[in-house]
Protein backbone atom coordinates (compact mmCIF):
# COMPACT_ATOMS: atom_id res chain seq x y z
CA UNK A 1 0.00 0.00 0.00
CA UNK A 2 1.30 3.54 -0.74
CA UNK A 3 0.87 6.11 1.92
CA UNK A 4 1.71 9.88 1.00
CA UNK A 5 0.91 13.13 2.23
CA UNK A 6 1.22 16.42 0.66
CA UNK A 7 0.93 20.07 1.76
CA UNK A 8 1.05 23.05 0.04
CA UNK A 9 0.52 26.62 1.05
CA UNK A 10 -1.63 29.10 -1.27
CA UNK A 11 -1.47 32.39 -1.24
CA UNK A 12 -3.95 34.76 -1.87
CA UNK A 13 -6.68 32.17 -2.30
CA UNK A 14 -9.91 31.40 0.55
CA UNK A 15 -10.44 27.64 1.61
CA UNK A 16 -13.57 28.08 0.70
CA UNK A 17 -12.87 28.39 -2.90
CA UNK A 18 -10.09 25.72 -3.16
CA UNK A 19 -12.40 23.49 -1.74
CA UNK A 20 -15.58 24.32 -3.80
CA UNK A 21 -12.84 23.49 -7.01
CA UNK A 22 -11.87 20.42 -5.61
CA UNK A 23 -15.54 19.42 -5.26
CA UNK A 24 -16.68 20.35 -8.37
CA UNK A 25 -15.49 16.87 -9.77
CA UNK A 26 -17.89 17.35 -12.87
CA UNK A 27 -15.58 19.96 -14.44
CA UNK A 28 -12.46 18.15 -13.82
CA UNK A 29 -12.01 17.50 -17.56
CA UNK A 30 -11.91 21.01 -18.15
CA UNK A 31 -8.75 21.70 -16.59
CA UNK A 32 -7.07 18.58 -15.22
CA UNK A 33 -4.65 17.63 -18.40
CA UNK A 34 -4.59 13.99 -17.78
CA UNK A 35 -9.16 13.07 -16.76
CA UNK A 36 -10.60 12.96 -19.94
CA UNK A 37 -14.13 11.94 -18.88
CA UNK A 38 -16.13 12.44 -15.63
CA UNK A 39 -19.42 11.10 -14.49
CA UNK A 40 -21.07 12.33 -11.08
CA UNK A 41 -24.13 10.29 -9.88
CA UNK A 42 -26.31 9.40 -6.91
CA UNK A 43 -25.84 13.14 -5.10
CA UNK A 44 -27.20 13.93 -2.00
CA UNK A 45 -27.04 17.29 -0.18
CA UNK A 46 -27.43 17.77 3.58
CA UNK A 47 -26.89 21.05 5.20
CA UNK A 48 -23.13 21.68 5.18
CA UNK A 49 -22.42 18.43 3.55
CA UNK A 50 -22.21 16.84 0.11
CA UNK A 51 -22.13 12.95 -1.32
CA UNK A 52 -22.13 11.75 -4.39
CA UNK A 53 -20.19 8.58 -6.22
CA UNK A 54 -18.22 9.99 -9.66
CA UNK A 55 -16.49 7.40 -12.31
CA UNK A 56 -13.79 9.09 -14.10
CA UNK A 57 -11.24 8.29 -16.69
CA UNK A 58 -7.76 9.39 -17.04
CA UNK A 59 -5.38 8.93 -19.51
CA UNK A 60 -1.78 7.07 -18.50
CA UNK A 61 0.73 7.51 -21.43
CA UNK A 62 0.08 4.40 -23.31
CA UNK A 63 -3.51 3.63 -21.21
CA UNK A 64 -6.47 4.84 -20.24
CA UNK A 65 -7.84 3.93 -16.50
CA UNK A 66 -11.74 4.17 -15.65
CA UNK A 67 -12.81 4.29 -12.05
CA UNK A 68 -15.44 4.88 -10.13
CA UNK A 69 -15.25 6.85 -6.49
CA UNK A 70 -17.42 8.02 -3.85
CA UNK A 71 -16.85 11.89 -2.56
CA UNK A 72 -17.84 13.82 0.69
CA UNK A 73 -17.37 17.00 0.84
CA UNK A 74 -17.68 19.32 4.29
CA UNK A 75 -18.15 22.26 3.73
CA UNK A 76 -18.23 23.54 7.44
CA UNK A 77 -14.83 21.26 8.37
CA UNK A 78 -13.76 22.30 4.35
CA UNK A 79 -12.30 18.66 4.16
CA UNK A 80 -13.10 16.42 1.28
CA UNK A 81 -12.95 12.49 1.65
CA UNK A 82 -12.73 10.17 -1.28
CA UNK A 83 -13.03 6.68 -1.34
CA UNK A 84 -12.86 3.71 -4.06
CA UNK A 85 -12.33 -0.17 -4.62
CA UNK A 86 -12.84 -0.23 -8.48
CA UNK A 87 -9.83 -0.99 -10.67
CA UNK A 88 -7.18 0.37 -11.06
CA UNK A 89 -7.20 -0.06 -6.75
CA UNK A 90 -7.69 -2.63 -4.22
CA UNK A 91 -8.23 0.25 -2.43
CA UNK A 92 -8.29 4.68 -2.63
CA UNK A 93 -8.73 7.03 0.33
CA UNK A 94 -7.70 10.40 -0.19
CA UNK A 95 -8.41 13.17 2.18
CA UNK A 96 -8.19 17.02 1.32
CA UNK A 97 -8.28 19.87 3.73
CA UNK A 98 -7.94 23.63 3.41
CA UNK A 99 -7.13 25.50 6.41
CA UNK A 100 -7.44 29.33 6.03
CA UNK A 101 -4.58 31.64 7.33
CA UNK A 102 -4.52 35.53 7.19
CA UNK A 103 -3.56 36.12 3.15
CA UNK A 104 -2.88 32.25 2.83
CA UNK A 105 -4.08 28.59 2.41
CA UNK A 106 -3.13 25.85 4.08
CA UNK A 107 -4.06 22.89 1.60
CA UNK A 108 -3.02 19.04 2.74
CA UNK A 109 -3.43 16.23 0.30
CA UNK A 110 -3.18 12.80 1.76
CA UNK A 111 -3.55 9.37 -0.40
CA UNK A 112 -3.39 5.69 0.80
CA UNK A 113 -3.66 3.60 -2.26
CA UNK A 114 -3.11 0.36 -3.59
CA UNK A 115 -2.95 -0.90 -7.08
CA UNK A 116 -4.21 -4.08 -8.74
CA UNK A 117 -0.97 -3.95 -10.02
CA UNK A 118 2.10 -3.98 -8.14
CA UNK A 119 4.17 -2.04 -11.81
CA UNK A 120 1.47 0.88 -11.84
CA UNK A 121 2.00 1.18 -7.49
CA UNK A 122 5.30 1.99 -8.32
CA UNK A 123 5.25 3.88 -10.83
CA UNK A 124 2.63 6.41 -8.88
CA UNK A 125 5.02 5.82 -6.44
CA UNK A 126 7.58 7.50 -7.95
CA UNK A 127 5.85 10.18 -9.50
CA UNK A 128 3.27 10.86 -6.54
CA UNK A 129 4.95 14.29 -5.23
CA UNK A 130 4.89 15.66 -9.25
CA UNK A 131 1.41 14.39 -10.54
CA UNK A 132 0.02 16.09 -7.22
CA UNK A 133 1.71 19.17 -7.31
CA UNK A 134 0.20 19.64 -10.78
CA UNK A 135 -2.71 19.10 -9.61
CA UNK A 136 -2.87 21.10 -6.83
CA UNK A 137 -1.60 24.30 -9.04
CA UNK A 138 -4.66 23.41 -12.00
CA UNK A 139 -7.14 23.68 -8.40
CA UNK A 140 -5.23 26.92 -7.91
CA UNK A 141 -5.44 28.23 -10.82
CA UNK A 142 -8.82 27.25 -11.51
CA UNK A 143 -9.92 29.33 -7.60
CA UNK A 144 -8.24 32.52 -8.78
CA UNK A 145 -9.28 32.49 -12.26
Sequence with gaps: MLKKTLTKVVFDCKASDLLNVVADVK??????????????????FKREQEHFS?????????????????????????????????KPFKSLNAEWSFIEKDNFCKVTFSLEVSFSSFIK????SLSFEKVALNVIQAFENRAKG
Excluded: H, Q
Excluded at 29 to 37: E, K, T
Design 121 to 124: EKLV
Design 54 to 86: ASLSINFKFTIENFETKVAVDRKLNTISISGNS
Design 27 to 44: SYSDFIPFCSNVDVYERS
